[in-house]
């Protein structure tokens, strides 16, 4: 199934009410035009234009609240994830300009963003949809100067960064890849989950480090995996969600930093650089271009991304922009790239599993159940006079309303008498008997009627089973003999380390 990129923008309030404002007309929430001023040079914009435009799935104005952006764009999301397939949500822009407002939110609760909003819907749903089984486990990882930290890791609180394990990538020999020194947290409910969130926010911030100042520059990917059995149809599925709030994209100029931060900068602008890079591969690929090769392994970050941008999965960008003129080269710089992204589109598929046998059996025992039943219909039981009295009241006896009394009597009489429940019937007249035999006559044709839609229904039911079954006993036996002949078809399997759907080598 085809899966088109949906590309958000959100515009951040602006600070001050001047003139120093962003130009802009919004048309139906979804094209943006920006209004150039004539006076700002605009490196490489064409200056002979005034106005630019950038096309949305939707535009959220600097009025938007925080319910607004969640319900609009992770709701379908999630309910994706929870149907089995991949998803991804990504916040891309400058510094400042609004991505961990909206993916983590502020301090109070009332303005939380789309990760604890998530976290509440996905145990909502969960309670909700009651023939599935669902297991949710959570893993929170940041990336800094190409190094990926654990931020689920309590030792982390005591030791500086430097002593920290780095998460390793490598690759198994089926060609996936793993990461070591990632942990993974079964999470039961919204509470565990928010106080995982609120962990790893609280390591990332008061590490006595570089990264108390770096949080702008460093990218963050808030992992749920979710484990879900179909218990009507014995379906296992396994999907992954990555929120991920990435490091701000603006390009630094070298003349402005030094030191540490000269290093930050080269790591930061190299991986969004390498971003850019293989969006535009994918752009290239998606027109049509021999592109074989997308560079997902220059680094880290598109590594571990390399399924949210060209594989399995749903994919979603929410692009936050500042409202100010000083800032408009670096929008112009967000909105041209998530017109590139806006473009791509993924083949998704649900990533599920059969357990064969366990349909078998529930198949066979279903079927034994109403075998039980055709029995008792054909030696005459119904299984379930209480319910047949009452249809036949309802079905054959009139209602008293306006019915002489003495029909509705013997009608009655004529039911408990076929239903043993007396022994003899009494008859005054002659139109008495007749509207005995007139009774038993509905009675008799109702009945009739009854057992042979049932009976029809039961047999036909019985055949449909016949028929699964033997094919699923087909299916059984072929992916037995496949399985033999080839050890390694498991396809889920989930230790310590986790693991990602790639063929990809790790670059370290
Ligand atoms: P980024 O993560 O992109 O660097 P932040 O999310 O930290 O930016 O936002 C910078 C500041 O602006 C924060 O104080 C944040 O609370 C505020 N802010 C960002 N977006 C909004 C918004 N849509 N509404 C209100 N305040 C916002
Ligand atoms: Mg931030």
Same mark, same amino acid.
């Given at each position: 199934?085809?899966?088109?990129f949906?590309v958000?923008?959100r515009?951040k309030?602006?600070n001050?009410?001047?003139?120093?404002?962003m130009q802009?007309q919004?048309y139906?929430?979804?094209?943006?035009?920006?209004l150039?001023p004539r006076?700002?040079?605009?490196?490489?914009?064409?200056?002979s234009r005034?106005?630019?435009?950038?096309?949305?799935?939707?535009v959220?104005?600097?009025?938007s609240?925080?319910?607004?952006?969640?319900?609009?764009?992770t709701?379908?999301?999630i309910?994706?994830?929870?149907?089995?397939?991949?998803?991804?949500?990504f916040a891309?822009?400058?510094?400042?300009s609004?991505k961990?407002?909206t993916?983590?939110?502020?301090?109070?609760?009332?303005?939380?963003g789309v990760?604890p909003?998530a976290l509440?819907?996905?145990?909502d749903e969960?309670?909700?949809?009651?023939k599935?089984q669902?297991?949710?486990?959570i893993s929170?990882?940041e990336?800094y100067?190409?190094n990926?930290?654990?931020?689920?890791?309590?030792?982390?609180?005591?030791?500086?960064l430097?002593q920290?394990?780095?998460?390793a990538?490598?690759e198994?020999?089926?060609?996936?890849?793993h990461l070591?020194n990632l942990?993974?947290?079964?999470?039961?409910?919204?509470?565990?989950?928010?106080?995982l969130?609120?962990?790893?926010?609280?390591?990332r911030?008061?590490?006595?480090?570089?990264?108390?100042q770096s949080s702008?520059?460093?990218?963050?990917i808030?992992t749920?995996?979710l484990?879900g059995c179909?218990?009507?149809?014995d379906?296992?599925?396994v999907?992954?969600?990555?929120?991920?709030?990435?490091?701000g994209?603006?390009?630094?100029s070298?003349s402005?930093?030094?030191?540490?931060?000269l290093?930050?900068?080269?790591?930061?602008?190299l991986s969004?650089?390498y971003?850019?890079q293989?969006i535009?591969?994918?752009?290239?690929?998606?027109?049509g271009?021999?592109?074989q090769?997308?560079?997902?392994r220059?680094?880290l970050m598109?590594?571990?991304?390399?399924?949210?941008?060209?594989?399995?999965c749903?994919?979603?960008m929410?692009?936050t922009i500042s409202?100010?003129?000083?800032?408009? &080269?670096?929008?112009?710089?967000?909105?041209r790239? =998530?017109?590139?992204?806006? %473009?791509?589109e *993924?083949?998704?598929?649900? /990533?599920?599993?059969v357990?064969?046998?366990?349909v078998?059996?529930?198949?066979?025992?279903?079927?034994?159940?109403?075998?039980?039943?055709l029995e008792?219909?054909q030696?005459?039981?119904?299984g379930?006079?209480?319910n047949?009295?009452?249809?036949?009241q309802q079905?054959i006896?009139?209602?008293s309303?306006?019915?002489?009394?003495?029909?509705k009597q013997?009608?009655?009489k004529v039911e408990l008498?076929?239903?043993e429940?007396?022994?003899?019937l009494?008859?005054?007249s002659?139109?008495?008997?007749?509207m005995?035999f007139?009774a038993?006559?509905d009675?008799?044709?109702?009945?009739?009627k009854?057992?042979?839609?049932?009976l029809?229904?039961i047999?036909?039911?019985?055949?449909?089973?016949? &028929?699964i079954?033997?094919r699923?006993?087909?299916? =059984?036996s072929f992916?037995? %003999?496949k399985? *033999?002949s080839s050890p390694? /078809?498991e396809?889920?399997?989930r230790?310590?380390?986790?693991?990602?759907n790639?063929?990809q080598?790790?670059n370290?």
């Amino acid at each position: 199934m085809k899966s088109q990129f949906e590309v958000y923008l959100r515009l951040k309030p602006s600070n001050n009410q001047s003139q120093n404002s962003m130009q802009y007309q919004l048309y139906h929430n979804k094209r943006l035009q920006v209004l150039l001023p004539r006076n700002v040079k605009l490196g490489m914009i064409n200056n002979s234009r005034d106005n630019l435009e950038f096309n949305f799935t939707h535009v959220f104005d600097q009025k938007s609240s925080q319910d607004q952006v969640f319900s609009k764009v992770t709701i379908p999301v999630i309910n994706s994830f929870l149907d089995g397939y991949n998803a991804t949500i990504f916040a891309y822009g400058q510094t400042g300009s609004g991505k961990t407002y909206t993916m983590s939110g502020a301090e109070t609760w009332q303005l939380r963003g789309v990760i604890p909003r998530a976290l509440s819907y996905i145990f909502d749903e969960i309670d909700k949809r009651t023939k599935f089984q669902y297991k949710i486990y959570i893993s929170f990882m940041e990336i800094y100067n190409e190094n990926a930290y654990d931020l689920l890791e309590k030792r982390h609180l005591e030791i500086p960064l430097e002593q920290w394990n780095k998460i390793a990538l490598f690759e198994d020999d089926q060609n996936n890849i793993h990461l070591k020194n990632l942990s993974i947290h079964q999470c039961n409910n919204e509470q565990e989950g928010i106080d995982l969130l609120m962990m790893g926010n609280f390591i990332r911030q008061v590490s006595s480090t570089p990264m108390n100042q770096s949080s702008s520059r460093s990218h963050c990917i808030f992992t749920a995996t979710l484990e879900g059995c179909d218990t009507t149809t014995d379906t296992y599925f396994v999907s992954k969600l990555h929120l991920v709030d990435l490091a701000g994209s603006e390009r630094i100029s070298k003349s402005q930093v030094e030191g540490n931060l000269l290093n930050e900068a080269k790591y930061i602008n190299l991986s969004l650089t390498y971003l850019e890079q293989v969006i535009i591969a994918l752009n290239e690929r998606m027109k049509g271009a021999n592109r074989q090769h997308i560079p997902y392994r220059n680094s880290l970050m598109t590594t571990l991304l390399k399924d949210s941008l060209g594989g399995n999965c749903k994919t979603v960008m929410i692009a936050t922009i500042s409202s100010e003129n000083d800032n408009l &080269e670096e929008s112009l710089s967000t909105l041209r790239f =998530s017109q590139r992204v806006g %473009q791509l589109e *993924n083949e998704i598929r649900r /990533n599920e599993k059969v357990d064969l046998e366990a349909v078998v059996k529930r198949l066979e025992q279903e079927k034994l159940v109403l075998i039980r039943e055709l029995e008792q219909y054909q030696r005459g039981g119904t299984g379930n006079s209480n319910n047949k009295k009452q249809q036949f009241q309802q079905q054959i006896l009139p209602q008293s309303n306006g019915m002489p009394l003495n029909k509705k009597q013997i009608q009655e009489k004529v039911e408990l008498y076929l239903n043993e429940q007396v022994t003899q019937l009494d008859v005054q007249s002659y139109e008495d008997a007749q509207m005995c035999f007139e009774a038993m006559k509905d009675l008799y044709n109702t009945r009739m009627k009854e057992y042979v839609t049932e009976l029809t229904f039961i047999s036909e039911k019985l055949q449909k089973y016949d &028929e699964i079954l033997t094919r699923k006993k087909e299916q =059984s036996s072929f992916l037995e %003999q496949k399985e *033999n002949s080839s050890p390694e /078809n498991e396809i889920y399997k989930r230790n310590e380390s986790q693991q990602i759907n790639s063929k990809q080598k790790p670059n370290q």
